[in-house]
């Protein structure tokens, strides 16, 4: 099955291992006290993990901490609607 790759990569503080588990959750923060402040709600990696899964893709995150994190995404092309330009 063809599969399109999607890596995005930011140099963050990365995420802790043990947060690994619950980071696609609605609302979870691993840092509450921090993501008011600055208006985060927990709601952007929940939505993307839907959003990949309902194209019957895969979300999957490396991280490393004090370096950022990685994620991937991969979508079967067969989800894909193919336009000519």
Do not use: C
């Not at 985060?40 to 893709?57: C, D, F, M, P, S």
């Amino acid at each position: 099955m063809e599969m399109i790759y999607l890596q995005v990569t930011d140099t963050g503080i990365g995420i802790k291992l043990e947060d690994h588990t619950r980071i696609f959750d609605r609302f979870y923060r691993s840092d509450k006290s921090r993501s008011r402040q600055i208006g985060r709600h927990g709601l952007g990696l929940a939505i993307a993990k839907w959003i990949v899964e309902i194209h019957n893709g895969t979300i999957h995150v490396t991280t490393e901490i004090g370096k950022g994190s990685t994620f991937t995404l991969r979508i079967p092309t067969s989800n894909v609607n193919r336009k000519k330009v």
